[in-house]
């Protein structure tokens, strides 16, 4: 069974703050991806990666960025955190980067910026 | 670009009776998308429902279906009867055929069943 973990689940912030969000899949999937959703709204894409090293630029990009340190892990970094991004954050992995490969989701972790 | 719409935020539904979630799609790339709906329970990560990557089938996981229309662009879930257990948040989503893996995904709609 896939895994995909989120750290913290909830986190709350100052304006201007530094925020490090945390992802880890121990499904020896190459690709990973960080979302965001907003109240009645659907996800969408920040960044994504494709390996150890590799980041590629989502559809929402302005405002983070990201790191994938290792195939388990990949960071979402806010480093001047504002109330826009209190969202709900959703992190994913998949063994494939084809059209139709499964994305397995982590929990995820509610922001909230004050 | 692409775009998915979900017309019910929430839907509210008795135990037993008959479901369907509308969904609708927009894909600006060249062939036909492959479509999914993924499904959130409460307090866990979105998990995925069902998929059809080719026009015209149909998909079908734990009494829920959904067939491709690629005439209507749609692709509306439907259960003949749901569960207390099915309250949950039913996102439609498509990835396109650049094969990046980028998912587009619907406003999400809120089921609610009643016992």
């Known amino acids: 069974e896939a895994a995909v973990t989120q750290s913290p689940r909830n986190k709350v912030t100052v304006t201007g703050g530094n925020v490090t969000l945390s992802c880890r899949q121990t499904n020896s999937h190459n690709y990973m991806y960080w979302y965001r959703q907003d109240t009645g709204h659907g996800l969408r894409l920040i960044h994504y990666s494709y390996g150890a090293g590799n980041l590629q630029i989502g559809d929402v990009p302005d405002g983070y960025k990201a790191t994938r340190t290792t195939q388990e892990d990949f960071f979402l970094l806010l480093e001047l955190a504002s109330p826009s991004q209190t969202s709900l954050y959703f992190c994913?992995?998949?063994?494939?980067?084809?059209?139709?490969?499964?994305?397995?989701f982590g929990p995820g972790t509610r922001l909230t910026v004050l | 670009g692409d775009s998915v719409t979900q017309t019910e935020g929430q839907v509210t539904v008795s135990e037993s009776k008959s479901l369907i979630i509308n969904c609708t799609y927009s894909a600006t790339s060249i062939g036909y998308p492959n479509l999914f709906w993924y499904v959130r329970y409460p307090g866990e990560g979105l998990q995925l429902l069902l998929k059809v990557i080719t026009a015209g089938q149909k998909g079908s996981s734990r009494g829920f279906e959904a067939t491709y229309n690629k005439e209507a662009t749609s692709f509306h879930l439907q259960k003949a009867s749901v569960q207390e257990s099915d309250s949950a948040v039913y996102y439609c989503a498509l990835s396109d055929n650049t094969n990046t893996g980028k998912l587009t995904f619907g406003d999400g709609t809120v089921l609610t069943v009643k016992p």
């Open positions: 994913a992995s998949s063994e494939d980067w084809g059209n139709y490969a499964e994305q397995f």
